[in-house]
């Protein structure tokens, strides 16, 4: 029977944690990517705890002794990582006070504008009060990892847990293989689409699921079922399959990069690089990657434009196959057939031009 308990954290005072920050893991596995707070939301959280009003509770899960004893940690932030890190920031004279800054209990402190530094010079009873804020810390303890994941997306409900954030709990050769793939320049300079919420991760286990089949001679569809059960499956004992697989592909990536330029308006959407990727792999394969180029790609996207507003005048004049694929590529995008028909026609209309 799995368990799980709350409890507050003692001692949890802002230099107490300052003090403990190398013994707390930042980035679980089942922690989103954080907004990048704008600076006028981190100089309020200071703001608010100088002034002492009350801010959201922080969740830390705490490690059993075997674990922390592995691992030299203690802690992993469930919750609250983006206002623990703004803490610190400020600790380390990153940022000062926002220029409106106004001390409640004493309007006669003048310390707008300043650092936490220059706050300790002048001020050094209002730094030795925020030094000694004790932050609403909960922490956790379980047994059992997926109640972490289930309380992190409870703690979220509004923004539930997506694919590609639950499949990091997973662990192994697949997820590994992914973290790689989506770090890849093609993904960190010529795809247009966020990575906010691990799209690129999405993406990439996604063209290694297809690589994974291809090798058996078959396009399938990449559902999310399908996508966790490859991870789970393929988590060990395939180490070698596994590499092969993100060695192609970043291969495959590596070749295409130079294709596209920085943030390429033809790298959109997520449903088209698996789409583009299984072109060129079978443009390689016939020796005509000079056929994937990206004048072709704009002309065949050109047409499929004009070809829409074609339509709208007169159906009967439109071209079938593009406005095919401008369905697909709206419907059902995981869908086998749907990839399958996007390849054809792109290859046949690159081969065209």
């Known amino acids: 029977m799995s368990y799980i308990e709350t409890h507050?954290?003692?001692?949890?005072?802002i230099q107490s944690i300052h003090a403990d920050w190398d013994v707390i893991v930042k980035d679980p596995?089942?922690?989103r990517n954080g907004d990048v707070w704008a600076l006028e939301k981190k100089q309020l959280l200071i703001d608010s705890i100088i002034n002492r009003y009350d801010i959201p509770k922080i969740y830390f899960h705490k490690f059993d002794r075997d674990e922390a004893r592995k691992t030299g940690?203690?802690?992993a932030v469930i919750d609250g990582r983006q206002r623990l890190e703004t803490i610190i920031k400020f600790i380390e004279g990153r940022f000062p006070l926002g220029d409106d800054f106004e001390y409640l209990e004493d309007e006669k402190v003048s310390a707008a504008g300043m650092n936490y530094a220059e706050l300790g010079?002048?001020?050094?009873k209002i730094k030795s009060r925020f030094d000694a804020f004790?932050?609403?810390?909960?922490?956790?303890?379980?047994?059992?990892?997926e109640l972490i994941e289930d309380m992190f997306s409870r703690l979220n409900e509004a923004v539930p847990l997506n694919s590609a954030e639950k499949r990091r709990a997973i662990g192994g050769d697949v997820v590994k293989a992914v973290d790689d793939v989506a770090k890849h320049e093609f993904f960190a300079k010529k795809v247009r689409f966020s990575n906010k919420r691990y799209q690129h991760k999405e993406t990439a286990i996604r063209t290694l699921f297809l690589e994974h089949h291809l090798r058996l001679g078959k396009i399938v569809d990449t559902k999310k079922p399908l996508l966790d059960a490859f991870a789970k499956d393929y988590k060990t004992g395939h180490t070698?399959?596994?590499r092969k697989l993100k060695s192609e592909i970043s291969g495959l990536l590596a070749e295409m990069t130079p294709i596209?330029?920085?943030s390429d308006p033809l790298l959109i959407a997520q449903a088209t690089v698996p789409v583009y990727l299984l072109t060129?792999?079978?443009?390689?394969?016939?020796?005509?990657t000079d056929k994937f180029a990206r004048t072709r790609l704009l002309k065949f996207n050109e047409a499929r434009t004009a070809n829409r507003t074609a339509a709208e005048k007169d159906i009967a004049t439109a071209d079938y196959e593009l406005l095919e694929y401008d369905r697909l590529s709206q419907q059902g995008t995981n869908d086998a057939n749907s990839i399958r028909e996007r390849v054809r026609i792109l290859s046949e209309r690159l081969l065209k031009r």
């Open 29 to 31: 596995s089942y922690q």
């Open 240 to 242: 070698a399959h596994v």
């Open 8 to 13: 507050p954290l003692q001692h949890s005072t």
């Open 260 to 262: 596209f330029i920085d």
């Open 73 to 75: 940690k203690q802690y």
């Open 280 to 288: 060129y792999r079978q443009f390689k394969a016939d020796g005509k």
């Open 121 to 124: 010079k002048s001020y050094p």
């Open 134 to 145: 004790s932050l609403p810390i909960v922490t956790v303890e379980t047994d059992d990892i």
